[in-house]
């Protein structure tokens, strides 16, 4: 069998199985199994396989054909340009959280140049992905990332190091900001947002990311009513607050964020067109931003 014959085979199986992108899964298994990037890959199509790549091959198919998520079976996931790595304790990055990143570079590009002194908070860090992404497009921004999971920041950890991106970046096991100081000038998150009782409707896929970061409680909103509450606290006076939103969800949470004497921002949209980054700031500084 040839590496071009092996993907074909490959997106086939998956395809028979409705996974959702048979053709990228089946090149990034491949790629993987052989220790071959995409260059590499699409160089060499005609390579006849061995044995031992055969049996690789096989092994990751079965993985992906039991719904184990891509990012899991590859080890690492791209973010915002950023290679990350991955684990079962950890959310699996999403392109659409791409739009806080984008939403937060507004935000600090409405009030002075990317390259002043910053601090940032990160709530709920994860991996580490919205963090590490806004530290690589802050020269000299410092971050502080939370999470409840002593394995999650460990993993957040390693990939600031991985990225060199260490020395601004320090993480913190509490809930949320609970052991945060204020005078951040750009605080993120993604929180939980999925209602308890729809979890088990999500695809096999997302079901595999930890519980404690889907779930949102029965209405989906406790998690932002925890970092809505002390946004004020947190925050410096000319800073924004910028976080993901579900589907439907920004009538209830720019509520929430105006109850707690914040101005909210409409959200930005994703590439889908679902509003998915809302921002907020103090009175004064949304008076000098406008809607």
């Known amino acids: 069998m040839t ?13 028979n199985a409705s996974l959702d992108s048979p053709e990228l899964d089946a090149r990034l298994l491949v790629g993987h199994a052989l220790r071959l990037d995409h260059t590499a890959l699409a160089a060499s199509p005609d390579r006849v396989l061995s044995a031992t790549d055969e049996r690789a091959i096989d092994t990751l198919k079965q ?47 409405d009030s002075g140049p990317r390259t002043r002194t910053l601090r940032i908070a990160d709530l709920g860090t994860g991996t580490g992905a919205l963090l590490l992404a806004l530290l690589s497009e802050l020269p000299n921004a410092f971050g ?17 190091e991985q990225l ?40 096999p896929e997302v079901q595999r990311d930890p519980r404690t970061a889907l779930d949102g409680g029965a209405d989906g909103y406790v998690c932002y009513r925890t970092i809505v509450a002390d946004a004020k606290r947190l925050l410096a006076r000319d800073g924004n607050l910028v976080i993901e939103l579900g589907i439907d969800q920004e009538p209830v949470v720019a509520d929430l964020v105006k ?33």
């Open 63 to 109: 993985r992906r054909l039991a719904r184990e998520p891509i990012a899991h079976i590859l080890g690492t996931w791209e973010f915002w340009g950023l290679m990350l790595r991955v684990t079962p304790a950890t959310l699996v990055p999403r392109p659409e959280t791409e739009t806080i990143v984008e939403t937060a570079l507004a935000a600090i590009d």
């Open 3 to 15: 590496i071009a014959q092996a993907r074909r085979a490959l997106a086939e199986a998956f395809r």
């Open 164 to 203: 060199g991106l260490a020395s601004r970046a320090r993480f913190v096991r509490c809930d949320f900001g609970a052991a945060l100081a204020g005078g951040f000038d750009l605080v993120v998150s993604n929180p939980p947002y999925i209602r308890s009782g729809d979890i088990a409707a999500l695809s």
């Open 144 to 160: 502080v990332g939370t999470d409840m999971s002593a394995d999650a920041l460990a993993v957040a950890r390693g990939n600031a």
């Open 259 to 291: 109850k707690a004497g914040l101005f909210p921002m409409p959200a930005k949209p994703d590439l889908s067109g679902i509003p998915r980054a809302l921002r907020a700031c103090f009175g004064a500084r949304f008076a000098t931003i406008g809607p």
